[in-house]
């Protein structure tokens, strides 16, 4: 079967500008994760998801940042009023069952350069 | 204090020689898993070996294996025969069974990029 797809997968927005990355992830996967990775860096976690509830958004680096996941499937990571320092590579993963030793599976990721 | 500590930012291997990837991690949970990941240049990460804090035995799988030193608190992981196909981003992560944000959730190291020499 397919695995997890981000869309676009390049992403360059001007300071001040909106933009909004999509996970699809696998089919009937219920955990979802998104990740930010800065260049250099291992990913970072910023959400997670348990179906469509959001059950943990500790990582959001600020209220900039917001994630939604309204039928449980497609995952959407906004960034408002976007900054030079959002500029990474945001990765999403998905897993089921979830457990100790369940690996996440990962996504190409999505780009985004702010200028 | 770091999780995941990854101290070789870059590291050398000859074509067909074995290569370790260190790795050290710090929790206070009894019960984890560790894992790694390579992310080559297209970005995408791949999941190549776990290993549980409770398995009597090291993980193998094809020419992965972990070395792992519960006492020390080491995982690190042993790439045999190298291939140039190798040479990408290796991502040691964790995962603590009693977290208490969220379930599931992987701490990663910064990384060791490898390049196997041909």
């Known amino acids: 079967g397919a695995g997890v797809s981000q869309s676009p997968r390049y992403k360059v927005a001007k300071r001040g500008q909106d933009v909004a990355l999509r996970c699809d992830p696998i089919s009937g996967h219920v955990s979802l994760f998104w990740y930010q990775q800065a260049l250099g860096q291992g990913p970072e976690f910023l959400t997670y998801?348990?179906?469509?509830?959001?059950?943990?958004k500790s990582g959001l680096p600020s209220d900039r940042f917001f994630a939604e996941r309204p039928e449980g499937s497609v995952s959407t990571l906004k960034i408002q009023r976007t900054q030079q320092e959002d500029s990474a590579v945001y990765l999403c993963a998905s897993s089921s069952p979830l457990g100790l030793g369940s690996p996440l599976h990962f996504g190409n990721g999505t780009r985004l350069t702010v200028t | 204090a770091q999780k995941i500590t990854q101290t070789q930012p870059g590291m050398f291997v000859q074509e067909k020689e074995a290569v370790t990837l260190d790795c050290t991690y710090d929790t206070s949970d009894p019960s984890y898993g560790l894992f790694w990941y390579k992310q080559p240049s297209s970005g995408e990460m791949i999941f190549l070996i776990y290993?549980?804090?409770?398995?009597?035995q090291n993980a193998t799988e094809g020419r992965y294996s972990l070395n792992f030193q519960k006492a020390r608190k080491s995982a690190n992981l042993v790439i045999s025969a190298s291939q140039l196909g190798d040479s990408a981003m290796y991502f040691c992560a964790m995962r603590e069974a009693n977290y208490g944000g969220s379930q599931g959730n992987l701490i990663f190291g910064k990384g060791t990029k490898l390049s196997v020499k041909p």
């Open positions: 290993q549980g804090s409770y398995d009597q």
């Open positions: 998801f348990q179906n469509e509830a959001q059950l943990d």
